[in-house]
């Protein structure tokens, strides 16, 4: 069956025009006949439809690296690298769960774009949005099922403990972590921040995102912090009324570390010494109305149990386990939850 569905594959794609895919509603008329493809296969010759799903999405792979080996390891874009997303959604819709395959799959589209944006921009901004920022709609119906498409993958890449080495960094980054290119090499954490979109930022923090700032951008902290920190009271009002969302974001991103601190500007820190200060210094106003509690800005001293969660997470990161290890560690519910930053 394998070498007819190759044949079959090939066959196909050759009488295909080069831009046959580059529209969102052709690729689903392609994941839609291929899932006929599944359907009858499976019914005909008695085989398992993850079976056979897998056999297509190889398939796929095979065309997309012979069209590229044939131009000197150079993608061909078009139909040859649009291919790569009609066996993404393939791979999502049938629940694909041969993780070398689905690995192969993330790998080679990063080795073709260097970013996995067009998976993370449906579940950030929503299906609407996405073609005017990145020029690209999404393959997944909508939001939430985009959110549920990035699951998959950052679990499949989490079991396949894939790293990749990114433009303008000396280090290897997970698949959470790697640039969205259309967005100034921002990390999706930060992007998710930028929207104001707490539940894909729970998402993230969940598996790991990185919450530490850099040499070229601020900490998903300070720039919450900093959001927060314009906001005023408006004429005849008694009090400031701060965004739910950006309040909603800003006690997640808490949950993941031990003492918020606040980088001071470069020329201070040269002429000072003095690298970072506590958020009761910087943003005594937050402190003051309890956007930042005391344990957290520095005022008081971190509880033992966030301390300790921290660590356990952190341990967990290293050993590829967030956040489905916190499942299998012998805890109450309650902790699990506390520990998988479901609750504070």
């Given amino acids: 069956m394998e070498v007819l569905i190759d044949c079959y594959f090939d066959k196909l794609f050759a009488e295909m025009e080069r831009s046959c895919l580059a529209s969102r509603y052709k690729r689903r008329e392609m994941v839609g006949y291929f899932s006929d493809v599944i359907n009858s296969c499976a ?7 993850q079976d056979v799903c897998e056999r297509i999405v190889k398939s796929a792979l095979r065309y997309h690296n012979i069209a590229m080996m044939e131009n000197g390891y150079v993608c061909l874009l078009g139909k040859f690298h649009n291919v790569l997303y009609v066996a993404a959604k393939l791979c999502f819709d049938w629940n694909l769960d041969n993780n070398e395959v689905v690995s192969r799959l993330l790998n080679d589209i990063f080795y073709c774009e260097k970013t996995f944006e067009r998976i993370l921009v449906g579940a950030i901004f929503g299906t609407r949005v996405t073609h005017f920022l990145s020029g690209w709609k999404s393959d997944f119906e909508d939001r939430e099922e985009n959110m549920r498409a990035l699951l998959y993958f950052l679990h499949h890449s989490t ?4 790293e990749y080495l990114c433009t303008f960094s000396s280090v290897k980054r997970r698949f959470i972590d790697v640039p969205m290119e259309s967005y100034g090499q921002a990390l999706p954490l930060r992007v998710a921040i930028q929207h104001g979109a707490p539940d894909i930022l729970l998402i993230m923090l969940r598996y790991g995102a ?4 850099d040499t070229l ?7 919450l912090l900093t959001r927060l920190s314009e906001y005023e009271a408006q004429p005849g009002q008694d009090q ?3 965004p739910e969302h950006l309040l909603l974001c800003l006690r997640l991103v808490l949950r993941t570390v031990t003492t918020a601190f606040v980088k001071t500007p ?4 040269d002429q000072s010494g003095v690298f ?7 943003y005594p106003t937050l402190v ?15 509880e033992l149990r966030h301390l300790c969660r921290c660590r356990i997470r952190e341990t967990l990161f290293e050993n590829w386990a967030l956040p489905h290890g916190i499942r299998q560690l012998q805890v109450p519910e309650s902790l699990r939850n506390y520990l998988d930053l479901l609750c504070d």
């Fill in 217 to 223: 951008a601020p900490s998903p902290l300070e720039m």
């Fill in 210 to 213: 990185s919450v530490e700032s």
């Fill in 288 to 302: 003051e109305r309890n956007l930042v509690p005391p344990e957290r800005s520095g005022l008081s001293p971190p």
């Fill in 276 to 282: 970072s200060v506590s958020v009761y210094e910087q």
């Fill in 43 to 49: 019914e005909a010759e008695n085989l398992d439809k």
């Fill in 159 to 162: 079991v396949g403990k894939l």
């Fill in 266 to 269: 470069s020329h201070i820190a």
């Fill in 240 to 242: 400031i009324v701060y």
